[in-house]
């Protein structure tokens, strides 16, 4: 167990469709990483925020979005989704911003389906 | 820009014989090299990490992996394999500076291991 945890677990879903994946970092990490994991991509980052403010983006698509709260946890928001977006979507936590050295802990994953 | 890249999608070994997956990457600026495991259905747990600290790093499991600058190699390998090593294993590097952060993968390698 990582310390990170994503809800849901599942998700399915039609095209066209919004939904929210959420993410809660480990105790004491301000680091939240989004990315995600499809057979023809890869892994791939989409997303960076430290403390709350959004610190770099990957290759996300426009109709994703993404934010820390107070609290530290995190959503990403996908909408209009197509059928390309099904995808395994992991978040990632770690204690610092950009320091090369921190590890990052991933959590189990909330996999999309859309239909 | 960093990338990394992994010489077999799918490695099959007997149990009892030596496990060689192969890393190669490329970085302008001296690297943070990592290899995680992600089993089937689940997220990805680090083995190990290359910080700069030492060439041969050890890891969990019985994994370790050497940095080779001159070949810009980091390798994964043990001596034994068993059959609960049986998963997907992935490189990656770390962008940091600035305000990045996040990990490149690699296409990751399967591996499998015969009884």
């Known amino acids: 167990d990582s310390g990170v945890t994503q809800t849901p677990k599942h998700l399915i879903t039609a095209t066209g469709q919004r939904v929210t994946l959420r993410c809660s970092p480990r105790s004491g990490d301000l680091s939240v990483y989004w990315y995600q994991q499809s057979l023809d991509q890869g892994l791939q980052f989409l997303i960076h925020y430290y403390n709350g403010e959004e610190r770099a983006k990957g290759n996300i698509l426009e109709r994703f979005s993404a934010q820390q709260f107070p609290d530290l946890h995190s959503e990403l928001n996908l909408s209009s989704l197509e059928l390309g977006d099904s995808a395994l979507y992991f978040c990632?936590?770690?204690?610092?911003?950009?320091?090369?050295?921190?590890?990052?802990?991933f959590g189990p994953g909330t996999r999309l389906t859309v239909l | 820009a960093q990338s990394v890249t992994q010489l077999g999608s799918h490695v099959s070994v007997s149990e009892g014989a030596l496990v060689l997956l192969r890393c190669n990457y490329s970085s302008s600026v001296p690297p943070y090299l990592f290899w995680y495991v992600q089993y089937p259905n689940q997220g990805l747990q680090l083995l190990l990490k290359?910080?700069?600290?030492?060439?041969l790093v050890k890891g969990i499991n019985g994994f370790e992996a050497e940095f080779k600058k001159s070949e810009t190699s980091f390798h994964l390998t043990k001596p034994s394999a068993h059959m609960s090593d049986a998963a997907e294993y992935f490189c990656a590097v770390r962008v940091y500076g600035g305000s990045q952060g996040n990990l490149i993968f690699g296409k990751g390698t399967k591996l499998s291991v015969k009884p």
């Open positions: 290359y910080t700069s600290a030492a060439t």
């Open positions: 990632a936590s770690s204690e610092g911003g950009d320091s090369g050295e921190n590890e990052q802990f």
